[in-house]
């Protein structure tokens, strides 16, 4: 893999090779300040570089819009179900994360990141597992496993084996764009692909979903913007 680093705009951008990949794709990466440019694997790194070089006005406009990345701890708002809340620490024995209106108290100093993040993935897990399982008992097909990751590029996905896989950083959006991101994955269970087919599965199971998509879609980038 090759990362290219650039002065202007200042980013590092890395060069993917992806099998599946069957166009140039070049996107922010979220889990840092950089961008990642993905192309099929039969392309030469000159083209590619080629097409970074036609493309940094977009990168540079992006990169502008994109949140500050914020280090969690105490004192600082994060979303938790689409809300603001202010990060409380308490000295004391360590103990879970408490919501209190809008406050996250946590008790017991260190590793505050890691403690919050392992929390909200308890939250995005108990609201997810009965979300997605539900909507895959109404279109009638099983589910083999859910996972819960902190993926960088979806939200969720679904495998040809019937393993759903979610994003635990969901806990902090809305409920009700957890819920659609569900039923999106469960109707993968069904249609593999984002058809007309398959977004009519997902108009059945959730027929106000474009709010909730557009909603990822303005507002999702922010919730890759945490150091946890």
Known sequence: MTVIRLTDPPCDVRLVHNPRARRFTLRLDSAGEGAVLTAPPSVP???MRAFLDRHIGWLDKALAKR?????????????????????????G??????????DLVLQGTGAEGARIAAWLRMRARDALMPAA?????????????????????????????????????????PPEVLDYVAAHEAAHLVEMNHSDRFWSLVERLMPDYATHRNWLKREGRRLHAYRF
């Open 93 to 102: 024995p360590r103990r879970a994360p408490v919501l209190k209106d809008d």
């Open 133 to 173: 399982r539900g909507y895959a008992r109404e279109l009638g097909r099983p589910i083999a496993r859910i996972a819960l990751r902190d993926t960088t590029s979806r939200w969720g996905s679904c495998s040809s084996k019937g393993t759903l896989s979610f994003s635990w950083r969901l806990a902090m959006a």
């Open 45 to 47: 790194e000159a083209e």
């Open 67 to 91: 949140p500050p990345m914020v280090t969690v701890g105490d004192g600082v708002e994060i979303p938790i179900d689409g809300r603001d809340v202010r990060i409380i620490v308490r000295e």
